[in-house]
Every structure is written in structure tokens, then in C-alpha cells.
């Protein structure tokens, strides 16, 4: 079970489009496709961005996207804003009713 | 409204135990998996346990296996997590967090979230 692995650290100026990864392996990410993002501000408990690879829960705008290819996820905003500023972490389900996180990624709006 | 209250933590000495507690309400709590996540002070989320709505199905992460325990009193609305022999790698805020869909099949991600309960292990 070892963490999925992201970008310690992204940036991007308002408007433009950036993409934070997740690598995995054939275990998890290269085998189910159920892979979640999540959204962390400071001081406050994660919120679900995206679930199953590409879906997006009622609430979340549409400039968040999940796409997944071999042992790699990948999150996109686009059309960046200073609110989504944030720490942002991947999982996957790592099959025997385990999962695993990302080591996580620090999101700064230029 | 779903409203998931964490409680129980502390700071409690290295090899000592540790019971905690989560209440749920605004849902049929008996529908759902639930799950436990930390998050060690400055650091990152990790996994640490899940069980089914029934409890047949339970699962840990490696660095908690043998030494924390799962359960669930859906009578009750309660989930716990009962760790024993804690390290001091123990310590983080641990979070209660839903399973956003009944019938678990593995994805559908982790929401809510609680606002977790902190747990130091120190001497």
C-alpha cells in the first residue's frame, strides 16, 4: 500500500487550464477505475471533487475534470480561479476492500 | 442535512488504547459503508479502514492492521475505531467520512467528511 504519487506542488495564473497527477500502479489505479479527487483548505475537512475517474458531484463546477490513463490519473481545472487554491489529493481503491491516497498536491493561483 | 460528530480523541502514552466514536444523522446510516481517514499534523490524507453497511465487509490499511479494530452499531448510528498498542506515527486527526452511494462496490469516492478528532501519542 504505497501512497499514490503527486506533484508536491502546481501553480497557474487565473484563466489558465492546469493539470495535477497521480501515478499508481497496475494494483490500483491501472486496475479500477475508481479514482477519487478531493479538495482541502486549510483548517477544514477534504470535499469530493471527483469520483470514478471522470465523475463530478452535483455542486462541483464544471471546470473540474478527471481523465485516467494506464497508472495515471489526472485532475485539470480550467479556467483557473483564486478560490481553487487549495490542497488537492487523489485515491484509488487498491482491490481486498483497501484504498490508498496520493501524497498530495499544494494548488497556488499565480 | 448529513452530519457526521467525531469524538474520543486525546493524548494518550505509546502502547496505551484508544476508543473512538462517530455519530451519524440526516441518513439511513444502516445503507451505507463508512470509513476512517488521517491526517498526521502538516501531512497528507491516509486511508485507514472501512466497513460495509453489514458489517461483513471490513478492511485496514497495512500500518494499522492487528492493531486498530472497525465496528459499527447501526442502531445506534455509531461508527468506531478501537486502536491499541498506538506509536507515536498514530498521531494525526482522524475523520469519519461516508460512503456517498449504498451498496458499496468500491467507487463512488468519500463524502462527507466529519471534521475529525485529534489523537496525540506522546510520552
Known amino acids: 500500500q504505497s501512497a499514490l504519487t503527486q506533484p508536491r506542488s502546481v501553480s497557474g495564473s487565473p484563466g489558465q487550464s492546469v493539470t495535477i497527477s497521480c501515478t499508481g500502479t497496475?494494483?490500483?489505479?491501472?486496475?479500477?477505475?475508481?479514482v477519487s479527487w478531493y479538495q482541502q483548505y486549510p483548517g477544514k475537512a477534504p470535499t469530493l471533487i471527483i469520483y470514478?475517474?471522470?465523475k463530478r458531484p452535483s455542486g462541483v463546477p464544471d471546470r473540474f475534470s478527471g481523465s485516467k490513463s494506464d497508472n495515471t490519473a489526472s485532475l485539470t481545472i480550467s479556467g483557473v480561479r483564486s478560490e481553487d487554491e487549495a490542497d488537492y489529493y487523489c485515491c484509488s481503491y487498491a482491490g481486498s476492500l483497501t484504498y490508498v491516497f496520493g501524497t498530495g498536491t499544494t494548488f497556488t493561483v499565480l | 442535512e448529513v452530519r457526521l460528530v467525531e469524538s474520543g480523541g486525546g493524548l494518550v502514552q505509546p502502547g496505551r488504547s484508544l476508543r473512538l466514536s462517530c455519530v451519524a444523522s440526516?441518513?439511513?446510516?444502516?445503507?451505507?459503508?463508512m470509513f476512517w481517514v488521517r491526517q498526521p499534523p502538516g501531512k497528507g490524507l491516509e486511508w485507514v479502514a472501512m466497513?460495509?453497511?453489514?458489517?461483513?465487509?471490513?478492511g485496514y490499511a497495512d500500518s494499522v492492521k492487528g492493531r486498530f479494530t472497525i465496528s459499527r452499531d447501526n442502531a445506534k448510528d455509531s461508527l468506531y475505531l478501537q486502536m491499541n498498542s498506538l506509536i507515536p506515527e498514530d498521531t494525526a486527526l482522524y475523520y469519519c467520512?461516508?460512503?456517498?452511494?449504498?451498496?458499496?462496490?468500491?467507487?463512488?469516492?468519500?463524502?462527507?467528511w466529519g471534521q475529525g478528532t485529534r489523537v496525540t501519542v506522546s510520552s
Open positions: 467520512v461516508k460512503d456517498p452511494v449504498t451498496g458499496w462496490s468500491g467507487g463512488g469516492g468519500f463524502d462527507p
Open positions: 466497513i460495509s453497511w453489514n458489517s461483513r465487509g471490513i
Open positions: 497496475g494494483n490500483d489505479i491501472g486496475t479500477f477505475n475508481y
Open positions: 470514478d475517474v471522470i
Open positions: 440526516g441518513f439511513r446510516f444502516e445503507d451505507y459503508a
